[in-house]
């Protein structure tokens, strides 16, 4: 496996995070970057897609009970203007 030179602008608070992390660890600065970019490069180590919850309620099937009511009515309804009905 070869090894190729290159130059790339980083962040300075970045780069001394890096540096104070290399040193921690007892490894090169190159090490560190390298370990970074094989970790960001695998991709997710899960995946996780997020599933929306069912939360229905009901008889699937079932008529929609709200509809009768417009939207004024149940809008006057959500925010408890039903004296105005």
């Not at 790339?8 to 370990?35: F, M, N």
């Not at 009768?68 to 309804?77: A, T, V």
Request: net charge negative; with cysteine.
């Amino acid at each position: 496996m070869g090894t190729m030179k290159t130059t790339i602008d980083i962040q300075d608070e970045l780069l001394a995070r890096a540096k104070q992390y290399a040193r921690k660890s007892g490894c090169t600065l190159r090490a560190v970057v390298e370990e970074g970019l094989r970790e960001i490069l695998a991709g997710p180590k899960y995946q996780t897609q997020y599933r929306l919850p069912d939360l229905s309620t009901g008889n699937p099937g079932s008529s929609d009970p709200l509809e009768s009511y417009s939207w004024q009515d149940l809008r006057d309804i959500i925010y408890g203007d039903v004296e105005n009905r």
